[in-house]
């Protein structure tokens, strides 16, 4: 049963160009989420799809977007890329109707901007 | 002041000695907590959740939790060299399929089991 996978493992971008992050959840669940995590930090919500819309938001810019696909997978996509979007990104996902279980992470994209 | 607040550490513990992590949050319609693991490197690796007032046991894992004071603990008895790791403290705030899943973290207490 394969968790969460993210691709690509690393990914080294220039300011201002444009990045795309992907995303394939855990076989049977609906529901994921995008966190960044910058270094000595805890991850920061950007936001969560369900049912191929953004039911939820965090405070991040309209740069960072996102979509869901039918099949669930999910993709992250950051505009205008700025030295301070360096930071791991992490999609996690669930079950919806899963109110027991936490999140299951994948094991991330590492972002450098230079 | 921040959402969920831990002690960022390094958090020392003798091989074989409780572990006592300490977590604070400020908004009081938080529902549920969970408690992450993340080594060096990696991913969070989910370890405990608790959604009721009182004491969750799981192993050599126990995690507290009192609303009333905004306060969620975890406990690990007898620490081994393998549990050194950053703990994540993590709260949600709704129950519904739309707010659910909007975790707050904190930025993580490192603990270090010498041997």
């Known amino acids: 049963d394969a968790g969460v996978t993210q691709s690509p493992t690393h990914l080294i971008k220039t300011r201002g160009q444009q990045v795309t992050l992907r995303c394939s959840p855990k076989s049977g669940h609906d529901t994921v989420s995008w966190y960044q995590q910058a270094l000595g930090q805890g991850p920061q919500f950007i936001f969560q799809y369900y049912e191929e819309e953004e039911r939820q938001r965090g405070n991040f810019p309209d740069r960072f977007s996102g979509h869901q696909f039918p099949n669930y997978s999910s993709e992250l996509n950051v505009n205008a890329l700025l030295l301070g979007d360096s930071a791991l990104y992490l999609c996690?996902?669930?079950?919806?109707?899963?109110?027991?279980?936490?999140?299951?992470f994948g094991s991330g994209t590492r972002l450098t901007v230079v | 002041q921040k959402e969920v607040e831990q002690n960022s550490g390094p958090l020392s513990v003798p091989e074989g000695a409780i572990a006592s992590l300490n977590c604070t949050y400020s908004d009081r319609g938080s529902q549920s907590f969970f408690w992450y693991r993340q080594y060096s490197g990696k991913s969070p690796e989910l370890i405990m959740f608790?959604?009721?007032?009182g004491d969750k046991e799981d192993g050599r894992f126990t995690a507290q939790l009192n609303k009333a004071s905004q306060y969620v603990s975890l406990l690990i008895r007898d620490s081994q060299p393998s549990d050194s790791a950053t703990y994540l403290c993590?709260?949600?705030?709704?129950?519904?399929?739309?707010?659910?899943?909007?975790?707050?973290f904190g930025a993580g207490t490192q603990v270090v089991v010498t041997p």
């Open positions: 996690a996902s669930r079950l919806a109707q899963d109110r027991v279980h936490g999140y299951t």
């Open positions: 993590a709260v949600n705030r709704g129950m519904t399929t739309d707010s659910w899943g909007k975790l707050q």
């Open positions: 608790i959604y009721s007032n």
